[in-house]
């Protein structure tokens, strides 16, 4: 579920991408908690885990076993058996991608400051990934006919971010650049409308800036953010 607009100055977690750095602690200041949110479990099952196209395959190939079969003269105890077998099967390779779906829909959290996104994402192991807004250089939307909406990034150095560890966040298919999406947002085009602003206010500041505020960080290692949003 996603969380509203959060009080201004919370703690957030933050961590270089190489993960050296993973502390919890207030932010910096003059930097402000703007947004808090967490994906969908049904968008992540369906535009991530691609749930319906799993079933309808597993549907098609069950289906034409059976009829192979039957159109072979197998006796009915031979096919029904292996139909309820398969059936089984599927059911249970369904159920695990729900499963999954529901943790990473738990342990993910997409948190906006003024200064930068960052996304915490793993289900055994917390990635935390900062995307400085002044690397931000496209966002896009997508509103989904379940409610929700995706909002894919556009990075201007997506060398520095790498597909694995950013899954489920990140477009499918599309490795390089890699572009991170922030999934199954319940209030997109809200969200889009305040990284839309906050992303505008860094049009001007200098990467080195960023040093400034974190210091211990190399800026050199930062990964940079596009925004887009798909199925």
């Known amino acids: ?13 933050w961590a270089a991408p190489d993960g050296a750095l993973n ?10 908690l703007i947004w808090q949110g967490q994906p969908e479990r049904h968008a ?13 395959y597993l549907v098609a190939l069950i289906a034409a076993r059976t009829g192979y079969l039957v159109v072979a003269g197998e006796p009915v105890a031979t096919w029904s058996g292996m139909l309820i077998w398969q059936m089984l099967a599927s059911a249970v390779v369904m159920l695990l991608i729900v499963g999954l779906a529901a943790v990473y829909s738990r342990t993910t959290r997409y948190s906006l400051t003024n200064e930068r996104l960052i996304i915490k994402t793993g289900a055994a192991i ?4 900062n995307l400085p807004l002044q690397q931000i250089i ?6 989904c006919s379940d409610g929700t909406g995706d909002i894919t990034l556009q990075v201007s150095r997506s060398d520095k971010l790498y597909w694995l560890l950013m899954w489920p966040n990140v477009r499918s298919w599309w490795v390089r650049p890699l572009r991170p999406v922030l999934r199954g947002l319940k209030d997109a085009p809200a969200v889009a409308h305040l990284l839309a602003g906050e992303v505008g206010k860094h049009a001007n500041i200098e990467r080195g800036d960023f040093n400034r505020k974190y210091p211990g960080i190399d800026d050199s290692d930062m990964p940079s953010a596009q925004s887009t949003c798909y199925r």
């Open 138 to 143: 496209g966002a896009d939307l997508r509103e």
């Open 44 to 56: 992540l099952a369906t535009r991530a885990m691609y749930l319906k196209y799993i079933a309808f």
């Open 1 to 13: 579920m996603n969380s509203g607009p959060t009080s201004r100055g919370q703690p957030v977690q």
């Open 126 to 129: 917390a990635i935390h990934i």
């Open 23 to 32: 502390l919890s602690e207030n932010l910096p200041n003059g930097e402000q």
